[in-house]
C-alpha cells in the first residue's frame, strides 16, 4: 500500500471534525467546520484520483462547492 493510499484515513479524521465543528452553536466554530471540510474535500478528491474513483471525486467536487457557500452564509464577520 502505497502513501496516497493511505490518505483516506486522515481525510476520514478530518472530515469526522469537520461535522463535529459544523454542529456547534457557535458561529466561529461552525465557520472553521466549513473550511474544515474544504481540507476534506481536497483530501478525498486528491484520494479518489489516486483510486480512479469518479464518483467520489464528483461527489467531493459538489460538497467543495456547497461547504464554500456554507463559509459565506456562515462568516462571523457577516452580522
Do not use: Y
Not at 476534506?40 to 464554500?68: C, K, P, R, T, Y
Amino acid at each position: 500500500m502505497d502513501a496516497l493510499s493511505l490518505l483516506q484515513w486522515p481525510a476520514m479524521v478530518v472530515t469526522l471534525a469537520a461535522a463535529w465543528l459544523v454542529a456547534s452553536q457557535s458561529k466561529a466554530r461552525r465557520n472553521w467546520g466549513f473550511w474544515t471540510f474544504i481540507v476534506s474535500n481536497v483530501l478525498w478528491i486528491v484520494w479518489g484520483w489516486h483510486e480512479d474513483a469518479l464518483a467520489l471525486i464528483v461527489l467531493q467536487v459538489g460538497l467543495f462547492v456547497l461547504n464554500l457557500r456554507g463559509a459565506k452564509k456562515n462568516d462571523p464577520a457577516r452580522t
